[in-house]
Antibody, heavy 114, light 106 residues
Framework: EVQLVESGGGLVQPGGSLRLSCAAS????????MTWVRQAPGKGLEWVSV???????YYADSVKGRFSISRDNSNNTVYLQMNNLRAEDTARYYC????????WGQGTLVTVSS | EIMLTQSPDFQSVTPKENVTITCRAS??????LHWYQQKPDQSPKLLIK???QSFSGVPSRFSGSGSGTDFTLTINDLEAEDAATYYC????????FGQGTRLEIK
């Protein structure tokens, strides 16, 4: 059974950092495109980042230079390192599998506030 | 960036009606368009991939069509459980989502 479990969210001050984790089971993250999508409270879905099977990474303009996606094949986990956080980064962060996001985790909430 | 515009933003319908939600892309994306359903306090769920391919386990009353820049999601014979927000998503270029369509069942 395919399962994705995000963790690492919490309350952080503006300018701070967090690292989100997405632990996968039922498939290999190294064999799939893995994506992070976020949703601010009461708002729609916003694509954040993707890591390709070959390791290439891409980011939304809103997070470029501040966020970094990576994966650990041995732990079958994808990460999102978030630096220099801003209030507008407050959102629930979801990881999803594949280019068409067939499976999603339950999300982890990130709140950026002083 | 490829923009996706959904219409309508909100629709209130009665059970057993048929509903069509449209998604227009700012440039041609072939068939790289996917549809999701999100209920309150839940993660999005894939309904349709690549414009018209139903995802496993999705009821047959959900269908998708279109290519290029214009796409539709059709829900036939609406049920109360279909109350949700529906999003389109393109994977032709860097991914983007539509703004969402909230469906209320009267």
């Amino acid at each position: 059974e395919v399962q994705l479990v995000e963790s690492g969210g919490g309350l952080v001050q503006p300018g701070g950092s967090l690292r989100l984790s997405c632990a996968a089971s039922g498939f290999s993250v190294s064999d799939n495109y893995m994506t992070w999508v976020r949703q601010a409270p009461g708002k729609g879905l916003e694509w954040v980042s993707v890591i390709y099977t070959g390791g290439s990474t891409y980011y939304a303009d809103s997070v470029k230079g501040r966020f970094s996606i990576s994966r650990d094949n041995s732990n079958n986990t994808v990460y999102l390192q978030m630096n220099n956080l801003r209030a507008e980064d407050t959102a629930r962060y979801y990881c999803a599998r594949s280019w068409y996001a067939d499976y999603w985790g339950q999300g982890t909430l990130v709140t950026v506030s002083s | 960036e490829i923009m996706l515009t959904q219409s309508p933003d909100f629709q209130s319908v009665t059970p057993k009606e048929n509903v069509t939600i449209t998604c227009r892309a700012s440039q041609s994306i072939g068939s790289s368009l996917h549809w999701y359903q999100q209920k309150p306090d839940q993660s999005p769920k894939l309904l349709i991939k690549y414009a018209s391919q139903s995802f496993s386990g999705v009821p047959s009353r959900f269908s998708g069509s279109g290519s290029g820049t214009d796409f539709t999601l059709t829900i036939n014979d609406l049920e109360a459980e279909d109350a949700a927000t529906y999003y389109c998503h393109q994977s032709s270029g860097l991914p983007t989502f539509g703004q969402g369509t909230r469906l209320e069942i009267k």
